[in-house]
């Protein structure tokens, strides 16, 4: 299957990071895409954004018929992302403002991104994978 998917969380996120960029040159695409956790009541997230895109990117990749690592961190509940110094904001690597957020990691780098507002346009999904 031309997609493979590693889950994260902030607290196990450097190691399967670690794996992703590992296996990254094996690659037509190397993909982080970083969303709201799922309600355990409701089984939804709670970002609206971020269940709007899902489908949409998941949709766009699974059709390729290239070679894709899509590595989906989520980081967290509402409180926990809403903080100002949650990890993935602060870090200089991702520089996060919002979720759902869409990275072409390419070279041990941030190479393309698709913010909140426009991660779930599909023309813009095939755009940032074709950039590679």
Excluded at 7 to 19: L, M, P, R
Excluded at 22 to 33: P, Q, R, V, W, Y
Excluded at 36 to 59: G, M
Excluded at 95 to 109: A, F
Aim: proline residues 6%.
């Amino acid at each position: 299957m031309p997609l493979k998917v590693l889950d994260a969380t902030v607290s196990s996120f450097d190691g399967v990071f670690e794996k992703f960029r590992s296996e990254a040159a094996g690659n037509k695409a190397n993909l982080i895409l970083f969303l709201a956790d799922k309600d355990a009541a409701t089984s939804l997230s709670w970002c609206p954004d971020c269940v709007r895109a899902e489908p949409v990117i998941y949709k766009k990749l699974e059709g390729s018929s290239d070679d894709i690592a899509l590595l989906r961190a989520y980081v967290g509940d509402r409180p926990t992302w809403r903080n100002p110094q949650h990890p993935w904001r602060v870090d200089p690597r991702f520089k996060l403002t919002g979720v759902p957020t869409l990275i072409l990691w390419e070279n041990d780098t941030v190479k393309g991104r698709l913010e909140d507002h426009e991660s779930h346009i599909e023309r813009k999904i095939e755009a940032l994978v074709a950039d590679k």
